[in-house]
């Protein structure tokens, strides 16, 4: 009898481990299958995205002309961006352009996606009207612009002056300069921010505007007091995109005034390239590079530390 008992612990013991071994096995085999089908992607990263950007992070150490023997000089790039009256300047229109651009997006996409989620005919020409400027390409779009804000034979100022103004030289004048450029940007990406709130607002419960409209609340207060509040975690997504995208503007200053006049457009991604490939500083301009990219996330910290005392659903 005792011989039968021991021998049952024994099969129950090797049941026991051989189920472990088997389950440990499917794990490997699981965890083997999940890393086989992001191995693309991580591949991907590795050679076009985190292997430049350390390769980048080596040149910012080193005095790197495009031609010649690189000499390495530790931190001294760094130290010369704080005594950079260039990088002073192309910083602050980086930062006026961003507080024109990303207000003055956000609050327009709100009020066509205010408008354009009401029914009525027609509204899906509107829609894409508006929705086509986003999926043009940025080349074309600022080399138009370019041609619509000509001093004299521009479309603009043709406008204006059947009205009897006499319309600046948008872009040859250092006041008007960036402000036409923030007109142009906002126009030509509005649109998807558009999408963004348009989406937002589609998803807030009609009960709640039908309980407010019996207590008799105007339709300003229907969208200060429920469709603003529902639609912040939204909001907050499109201001963390808007202002990284603003701090990273380029095209649109290459192709309508190369940073000028005096340069007042100048912002910090052209500066950037402008020292790489016009100065070839290729080691100082990986180290504005590494500026610009701790600027970016120390902004992207910060929103993300102060979400919680505005947004949403958030704790």
Same mark, same amino acid.
């Given at each position: ?16 481990? *051989? *189920? ?22 991580? @591949? ?37 961006? !704080? ?13 006026? !352009? ?9 609050? @327009?996409?709100?009020? @066509? ?41 521009? !479309? ?12 600046? $030289? ?14 142009? $940007? ?11 709130? @348009? ?62 006049? $005096? ?13 790489? !490939? ?7 301009? $990986? ?29």
């Amino acid at each position: 009898m005792s011989t039968i008992s021991t021998e049952t612990n024994k099969n129950v013991r090797h049941n026991k481990q *051989k *189920k472990k071994r088997n389950h440990v096995r499917m794990k490997w085999r699981d965890n083997l299958e999940g890393w086989l089908f992001i191995s693309p992607m991580l @591949l991907g990263f590795t050679i076009f995205m985190f292997g430049p950007l350390l390769y980048a992070l080596f040149m910012s150490l080193h005095e790197w002309p495009l031609l010649g023997e690189e000499t390495f000089i530790g931190m001294e790039n760094y130290q010369q961006i !704080f005594q950079d009256a260039d990088f002073s300047n192309a910083l602050w229109n980086t930062v006026l !352009f961003s507080l024109g651009l990303v207000p003055l997006n956000i609050i @327009l996409a709100m009020f @066509l996606a205010s408008l354009l989620r009401e029914k009525f005919a027609g509204i899906g020409f509107f829609r894409t009207a508006i929705f086509v400027p986003v999926v043009t390409s940025l080349i074309v779009w600022a080399i138009v612009w370019k041609y619509l804000l000509a001093p004299e034979y521009g !479309f603009i100022n043709q406008i204006l002056g059947f009205i009897g103004i006499d319309g600046p $030289s948008w872009l040859f004048n250092e006041n008007t300069a960036l402000p036409a450029v923030i007109v142009v $940007s906002v126009l030509k990406n509005v649109g998807l921010n558009m999408i963004l709130f @348009l989406t937002a607002m589609q998803q807030v419960p009609g009960e709640l505007y039908e309980a407010s409209e019996l207590d008799g609340a105007s339709r300003f207060r229907k969208f200060r007091n429920i469709t603003l509040p529902l639609i912040t975690p939204t909001i907050f997504l499109v201001i963390i995109i808007t202002t990284i995208g603003a701090m990273k503007i380029f095209g649109q200053i290459y192709v309508m005034t190369r940073g000028g006049p $005096s340069d007042s457009t100048k912002v910090l991604v052209y500066y950037i390239w402008e020292t790489a !490939f016009n100065h070839f500083e290729m080691g100082y301009a $990986s180290a504005l590079a590494f500026v610009l990219f701790f600027i970016l996330l120390v902004f992207t910290i910060i929103s993300w530390v102060v979400r919680k005392r505005w947004v949403f659903y958030e704790d």
